[in-house]
């Protein structure tokens, strides 16, 4: 295994395989020396871990697994392309929160990719982010997490 299963490994995480998308796209596309993401959503053996929205039926901590979860399947998109330990910099996260109108704890909820991508990547997971809200999420998503990974 390399360094980043390893240190997957060592909080009880493995990288899965890459989610079937959900509509006419691939998990992820490289140019030159980036790898670029499509939108993952939180599934895990096919099924979501939650739907709805944050602040409404979804808690933060739940919606906080949940970013955890889409960052773990983006992490397996570029793995269908690269081998991870030629991630030289994640470079950006940007994380979709379908969110109640009062809801406004986004990036407690975007922590969820982050940290996942600290643990796999070490100092080269910390990232620049956008912790977005919007209205509504494919499947009816609780969250959404696309990266744009620096490759060898």
């Known amino acids: 295994m390399g ?7 060592d909080v009880g995480l493995s990288v899965p395989a890459p989610p079937v998308p959900v509509a006419v796209y691939v998990p992820a596309v490289r140019t030159g020396s980036y790898v670029y993401t499509s939108g993952q959503l939180p599934l895990s053996s096919g099924e979501l871990l939650a739907t709805g929205k944050v602040g409404d039926a979804v808690t933060a901590e739940v ?26 910099r994640v470079v950006k996260a940007t994380v979709f929160v ?16 982050s940290e996942l991508l ?24 609780p969250v959404e997490v696309e990266l744009v990974v620096e490759v060898r």
């Open 3 to 9: 360094s980043v299963d390893d240190r997957l490994a």
């Open 98 to 113: 379908a969110s109640a109108p009062d809801f406004t704890g986004q990036p407690g909820v975007a922590n969820g990719a």
């Open 63 to 88: 919606a906080y697994d949940c970013a955890r979860q889409c960052a773990l399947n983006a992490i397996a998109a570029v793995q269908s392309l690269v081998d991870l330990d030629d991630v030289v």
């Open 118 to 141: 600290g643990t796999a990547f070490g100092d080269i997971g910390q990232h620049a982010r956008s912790a977005v809200g919007v209205a509504v999420l494919p499947l009816d998503a």
